[in-house]
């Protein structure tokens, strides 16, 4: 009887997990695609330049090769002699699988690149949270940036994004503070944790232990004045290649013979349209779409058709890079896929 109520209790989370994104997805698909004509926009695709789609894809690969680098950056004082095309491959399996399944995502990329690298799952989750939590930080910076950048006055357009940027900046702080604090008193923290989660549930105890351990990990991993330098600069540098990307979106569909683009309009339509991808729908399925067209419509004052065409190329663009290059990577640097993805189904329960 408890086993069918656990089992009962598993399925309704997992469904809600599953339904919840999704239908945010829907949403966004909705409000994105709401009273547009579908021919235009098919025959706006369909001239897309061939040229400037190859330029894009190079540039996306660039941006993530960064990100490997950083990766490795953080990983010098686990394992100084990683190897950098074992954490490009890991890097593009992670974005390969959350294209699919996003919980998968993070945890995907951790599990491979320890089992290629023969490093302990925990000590990737740890580099991995630190990875996003250095993500957030570069992104409240980029949007920090647009709005001083930007010669409009972006709240106008984006009411909602003065709020979102306060919340951001005392997010940040709040991160920094509790890294900081976290490394320092390390062990009261985790006496702590454990002494009142525990009064709750003894699993919710030992969940956070292990995710508590993961973090400190993680922390610990990054050390160096040097190596925190490089953080810093090749995190610039991939905000900088996301921009790029976003400024190539423009001349694969002929936007700059409607009006002059520049670098600065695609720093904004890329902090704009990252928040989309930060809204918990599957691969940013939607959002991104809603958010890229907004900013390219209500900033720039291109057409809706356009916008959205922009928006979905670049999006599926971006889908097809992942996925190939998942596979590929996969099956290449990876001999017993099988078992892995039963490590990496086991490591998503234990989460």
């Known amino acids: 009887m408890t086993s069918d109520k656990a089992l009962k209790k598993n399925w309704i989370s997992n469904s809600v997990k599953f339904i919840l994104p999704l239908g945010l997805s829907i949403v966004f698909l909705y409000i994105a695609f709401y009273d547009e004509n579908i021919n235009k926009i098919i025959a706006i695709l369909s001239n897309a330049s061939i040229f400037w789609i190859v330029v894009l894809l190079i ?93 409009e006055d972006l709240y106008i357009k984006f009411p909602w994004l003065k709020s979102t940027l306060y919340i951001t900046i005392l997010l ?40 508590f351990d993961m973090m400190t990990i993680g922390f610990a991993s990054l050390k160096g004045k040097k190596n925190y330098f490089y953080t810093i600069i090749l995190s610039a540098l991939i905000m900088m290649a996301y921009a790029l990307s976003a400024y190539i979106g423009f001349y694969i569909l002929g936007m700059e013979n409607i009006k002059h683009v520049t670098y600065a309009m695609a720093w904004v339509l890329m902090s704009i349209s990252a928040i989309g991808v930060v809204i918990p729908t599957p691969g940013g399925i939607g959002s991104y779409e809603a958010l890229a067209k907004a900013a390219l419509v209500l900033l720039f004052g291109f057409g809706e058709s356009i916008s959205l065409a922009y928006a979905i190329i670049t999006h599926v663009l971006s889908y097809f890079l992942f996925i190939f290059t998942a596979l590929l990577f996969f099956f290449l640097l990876n001999k017993h896929h099988d078992n892995l993805i039963k490590v990496v189904e086991t490591e998503l329960e234990e989460l």
């Open 59 to 151: 540039t996306m690969l660039f941006s993530h090769y960064l990100r490997a680098v950083r990766w490795k950056v953080i990983l010098h004082s686990v394992k100084p002699n990683a190897s950098i095309i074992n954490i490009f491959g890991a890097v593009m399996v992670g974005y390969g699988v959350s294209c699919v399944v996003p919980r998968l995502g993070e945890v995907s990329r951790a599990v491979v690149l320890g089992k290629w690298e023969k490093l302990s799952r925990s000590s990737m989750f740890g580099t991995v949270i630190l990875e996003r939590i250095i993500d957030i930080i570069f992104l409240g910076l980029t949007v920090i940036v647009s709005v001083i950048i930007w010669s």
């Open 172 to 211: 940040m702080a709040g991160v920094i503070l509790f890294i900081y604090f976290l490394i320092r008193f390390r062990e009261k923290f985790y006496g702590l944790i454990i002494k009142i989660l525990g009064k709750f549930s003894e699993k919710l105890a030992h969940k956070a232990a292990y995710i």
